[in-house]
T-cell receptor, first 111, second 113 residues
Framework: SQQGEEDPQALSIQEGENATMNCSYKTSINNLQWYRQNSGRGLVHLILIRSNEREKHSGRLRVTLDTSKKSSSLLITASRAADTASYFCATDASQGGKLIFGQGTELSVKP | NAGVTQTPKFQVLKTGQSMTLQCAQDMNHNSMYWYRQDPGMGLRLIYYSASEGTTDKGEVPNGYNVSRLNKREFSLRLESAAPSQTSVYFC????????????FGDGTRLSIL
């Protein structure tokens, strides 16, 4: 069974707008990670936030984590057409580094 | 710097045939993973190897076997392919198990007729 549920499943915005994707999970975690997947390619790691962190930034990315609500959000500011991709959250709740992925959000940024 | 390399990129099999998917990483990572991705779904873990010489089942191991050949290579074998195993298979590696980002190959697209 999948740990993460992502919302929305699909998001279409104009270039320059902000994109927000949400992820909810079910059990306690060690960390939560966000990945991007371009069509026909493998996943690329974007950002990792640990369970004792509440917010993390990387360039135009901002990730928040609320362990009391078991939820996380990924904000991409000033989006570009090149940000068009699927975005996945993944939770790490085990000793072996086994990640459990959500179903993903498909983001389309129109120029 | 190749990262994680998967071969082949595409394969078509008939039901009942066997096949081995190859994965190699050149980052001196200790841990390696095999996932499958089905349409509209995230990745599901098939097997993983936390370190050379160890392998463990993931969420969907039935119908698969793995071999951690050495530190670099981790192969996935389908002994008797079934149409339900039609999927895109991804290999990933990470420096240490837990708390580290995973690096992914570009996948093997497998169709079983």
């Amino acid at each position: 069974s999948q740990q993460g549920e992502e919302d929305p499943q699909a998001l279409s915005i104009q270039e320059g707008e902000n994109a927000t994707m949400n992820c909810s999970y079910k059990t306690s975690i060690n960390n939560l990670q966000w990945y991007r997947q371009n069509s026909g390619r493998g996943l690329v790691h974007l950002i990792l936030i640990r369970s004792n962190e509440r917010e993390k930034h990387s360039g135009r990315l901002r990730v928040t984590l609320d362990t009391s609500k078991k939820s996380s959000s990924l904000l991409i500011t000033a989006s570009r057409a090149a940000d068009t991709a699927s975005y996945f959250c993944a939770t790490d709740a085990s000793q072996g580094g086994k990640l459990i992925f959500g179903q993903g959000t498909e983001l389309s940024v129109k120029p | 710097n190749a990262g994680v390399t998967q071969t082949p990129k595409f394969q078509v099999l008939k039901t009942g045939q066997s096949m081995t998917l190859q994965c190699a990483q050149d980052m001196n990572h200790n841990s390696m993973y095999w996932y499958r991705q089905d349409p509209g779904m995230g990745l599901r873990l098939i097997y993983y190897s936390a370190s050379e010489g160890t392998t463990d089942k993931g969420e969907v191991p039935n119908g698969y076997n793995v071999s951690r050949l050495n530190k670099r290579e981790f192969s996935l074998r389908l002994e008797s392919a079934a149409p339900s195993q039609t999927s895109v298979y991804f290999c990933a590696s990470t420096r240490e198990p837990g708390g580290q980002p995973q690096h992914f190959g570009d996948g093997t697209r497998l169709s079983i007729l």
